[in-house]
């Protein structure tokens, strides 16, 4: 077996109970003591029962749920511990269906947690630099699969498709987003918004790219209409998506940044877990 992983059974030795699991959660997410997600003191907190603590300046009572995508679920930690580890090992992710048997809750329950998940995958706010691969897909079904209602009628290609832009840094982190479009506005909109000026950003020769380069970075490009996909250094890039886009694409983000198989499991495993706190979200919101 590679040093570099760990198997299931080895990681159900490790976390065989909610009360293993809780033990590390609070080690990686309150690594300098017990803290308050409501004032963030850890000053005066008293523990209490079965994971339990009261902060007694501000009067709550938490657990290392609350503030996180685990908060209000009757899930048991160690089962979200396990859902975790199929996601940064699973190269092609996992479905509701899978998840739901693996760890014995219903298809519905697995869905929600997946998506709890993927809110905890989304990206911060660092921009790109040095040289910067971009590309954009489009992601949907074809118009001929889709059933005689469904269908948009207005032609081929990207019709009813989202579009996704990629941003890839030469030999570092990635980044994706859904746009409502693709004019030159709002793709080199979104550029700026995640390149660092100066950096050299190659793309193809689609026309929202024009003017690119000069004052802010610089430009090369490849035409992919002479069956060209390489000039010097510049390449391509593509992440592509499904429904519930933006998650999608911030998981298959989280996957290529963090889930690196040249790192350890459980390194991969802990970025995960950095990632929980701050992004609790209801079945509401993900469902509006």
Not at 142 to 151: S, V
Not at 242 to 268: A, M, P, Q, S, W
Request: net charge positive.
């Amino acid at each position: 077996m590679s040093r570099s992983t760990i198997s299931t059974f080895q990681l159900f030795a490790a976390f065989p109970d909610e009360e293993t699991a809780r033990t590390y959660l609070e080690g990686r997410l309150w690594a300098n003591g017990v803290t308050c997600p409501e004032c963030k003191g850890k000053e005066r907190i008293t523990t209490r029962k079965n994971g339990y603590y009261r902060c007694n300046p501000c009067k709550l009572d938490f657990t290392i749920r609350t503030g996180t995508i685990f908060e209000r679920s009757h899930v048991p930690l160690h089962k979200w511990v396990y859902a975790m580890y199929l996601v940064v090992t699973s190269r092609k992710g996992i479905s509701s269906l899978q998840l739901g048997k693996e760890i014995g809750v219903t298809q519905k329950s697995a869905w929600f947690m997946l998506q709890r998940l993927r809110e905890a995958c989304s990206q911060n706010s660092d921009k790109l630099r040095g040289i910067v691969e971009i590309d954009e897909t489009f992601i949907g079904g074809l118009e001929r699969n889709k059933h005689e209602a469904d269908k948009l009628r207005r032609g081929r290609g990207s019709v009813g498709k989202t579009p996704v832009l990629g941003m890839r840094e030469r030999g570092g982190r990635v980044k994706a987003m859904p746009l409502s479009g693709t004019t030159r506005e709002e793709i080199q909109n979104a550029i700026h918004r995640n390149v660092e000026v100066g950096s050299t950003v190659c793309t193809d020769e689609h026309a929202a790219y024009n003017d690119l380069g000069g004052l802010f970075f610089t430009q090369h490009r490849v035409n992919h209409s002479a069956n060209e996909y390489v000039r010097g250094m510049a390449s391509t890039f593509h992440n592509v998506s499904v429904k519930h886009i933006g998650r999608y694409v911030d998981e298959f983000t989280f996957r290529l940044n963090e889930g690196n198989v040249k790192r350890h499991t459980i390194d991969r495993l802990n970025s995960f877990v950095d990632a929980v706190a701050g992004k609790r979200i209801t079945y509401q919101e993900v469902i509006a």
